[in-house]
């Protein structure tokens, strides 16, 4: 029986107490307190509502190539887990601007009112999506479902949309519901040389320095959101994840890992393999070796976390 249903019992069953002692009342010398039955009453609602807090909504944010999938893969594997991945309600990176028919996606709301012959305002996509939002997580939370949304940072950060000037989605969440988030990071030197190597540098100039600014930019929107590395992850796997199920408030289990690569989403583009564990670097061209010399950004950056430049 769900809380909903026992508190409506409860009241019925009081309502119904409180009409029997109001009959024997009236037939009885004995006088009741007017304010006694009623404040008894509410007093049993209020603790009634009180058990039922709302479940909170929890998010990822990371950038791409740091890390984040197989983080997220055993987020999802954990027990009652629901992660959709990567999302960005104002991403405009899965949006048609050759001329050529839009790309076929009937589910998608947001990306068919880009598509429309009349510009829509970006608020009208916010509410569209916090719209969705609210109610998915009303509907899973009482089949006892933990929806988990991973960010697609990328979209906002590493394009050249104009951060400054849009909201993030935790931004948006954050104003929305009660949430959990947490930030993972990776060295930003392998981070972008996997990006370079996916062919995913797609703001300009495309250089580390670059880069490591708008990385910077990324984690001055999240201050005061709890920040895990990648590096500690898979050095120790199973004793992260437990913490990021304590930042998280999701209930942790070590066969989480055993499960992880069996999961399958969305930006599932790392090297291969099911065992976590550290990777070696990718070789690290001559140019931008002398670039990371050079970005005070980039040793900024790596200082914010204790990272060797």
């Known amino acids: 029986m769900t809380i909903d249903a026992m508190a409506q019992d409860l009241a019925a069953e009081l309502e119904e107490t409180l009409r029997q002692l109001e009959s024997y009342r009236r037939t009885d010398d004995a006088s009741v307190p007017a ?14 509502d009180g058990l039922e807090q709302p479940a909170p909504l929890r998010s990822l944010h990371h950038f791409a190539c740091s890390g984040g999938t197989v983080i997220a893969k055993c987020i999802s594997a954990l027990p009652n887990s629901i992660v959709v991945s990567e999302i ?10 050759t001329g050529w028919a839009p790309r076929f996606a009937p589910t998608d709301l947001i990306l068919g009112l880009r598509h429309a012959a009349r510009a829509v305002d970006d608020a009208i996509f916010v ?36 951060a400054a000037s849009r909201p993030s989605l935790h931004e948006i969440l954050v104003s929305e519901l009660p949430l959990r988030s947490v930030v993972t990071v990776r060295h930003p030197l392998d981070s972008f040389l996997s990006l370079t190597a996916n062919g ?17 930019a990324f984690l001055d929107r999240h201050v005061g959101v709890p920040v ?36 399958r989403m969305t930006g599932d583009s790392g090297r291969s393999g099911g065992r976590i564990s550290a990777r070696r670097r990718r070789d690290v061209p001559q140019e931008l070796d002398q ?5 005070h950004d980039y040793h900024a950056l790596c200082a914010r976390f204790g990272y060797d430049p």
């Open 291 to 295: 670039d990371r010399n050079d970005s």
């Open 228 to 263: 895990v590395l990648y590096e500690d992850f898979v050095q120790a796997p199973e004793q992260v994840l437990e913490q990021l199920c304590s930042l998280l408030d999701l209930p942790f289990s070590p066969l989480a890992l055993d499960f992880m690569p069996v999961i």
């Open 127 to 162: 509410e569209i999506f916090k719209s969705s939002i609210n109610a998915a997580h009303a509907g899973l939370s009482k089949q006892g479902y933990n929806l988990v949304l991973r960010d697609h940072a990328h979209s906002h950060f590493c394009t050249n949309t104009d």
């Open 88 to 97: 960005d309600p104002l991403s405009t990176m899965g949006v048609n601007v």
């Open 200 to 216: 995913w540098l797609h703001f300009e100039p495309a250089t580390l320095d670059e880069y490591s600014r708008r990385y910077l």
């Open 35 to 48: 304010e006694a039955l009623p404040s008894l009453l509410q007093q049993c609602q209020e603790i009634c």
